[in-house]
């Protein structure tokens, strides 16, 4: 069993920056996709976001692209962060870590094994 626990979430304006964590129990980030979602209405699917595939291969959903990065700690590799900048207010939602040990389906939400608790990031004009 893997539990997912996200940190780090919080208030920042326009072109901001915010860094969440995301830390694991019961399974090395080495072994499973792990990734980051954004729900940004209750009751919305979650979208894709990030990916830490297999060695330190990354994938980014296309608004994210250049502004955000995932990243496993190298010191604790059950331990990433999702380091957020030039933030714009169409990224306000709850952000959730996601494990799955297929990488093929880190990209979708209907198909992630495991889930943090979330953390809320608004950012502000």
């Known amino acids: 069993q893997v539990q997912l626990v996200e940190s780090g979430g919080g208030w920042a304006q326009a072109g901001g920056s915010l860094t969440l964590s995301c830390t694991a129990s019961?399974?090395?980030?080495?072994?499973?996709?792990m990734g980051w979602f954004r729900q940004d209405l209750p009751g919305k699917e979650r979208e894709f976001v990030a990916a830490l595939l297999w060695g330190r291969t990354t994938a980014y959903a296309d608004d994210v692209m250049g502004r955000f990065t995932i990243a496993r700690d190298d010191a604790n590799n059950n331990t990433m962060f999702l380091q957020m900048s030039s933030l714009k207010t169409e990224d306000t939602g709850v952000y959730y870590c996601?494990?799955?040990?297929?990488?093929?389906?880190?990209?979708?939400?209907?198909?992630?094994?495991?889930w943090g608790q979330g953390t809320q990031v608004t950012v502000s004009s």
């Open positions: 996601a494990s799955d040990p297929n990488y093929r389906n880190i990209y979708s939400a209907r198909r992630i094994a495991y």
């Open positions: 019961g399974r090395a980030f080495t072994d499973y996709g």
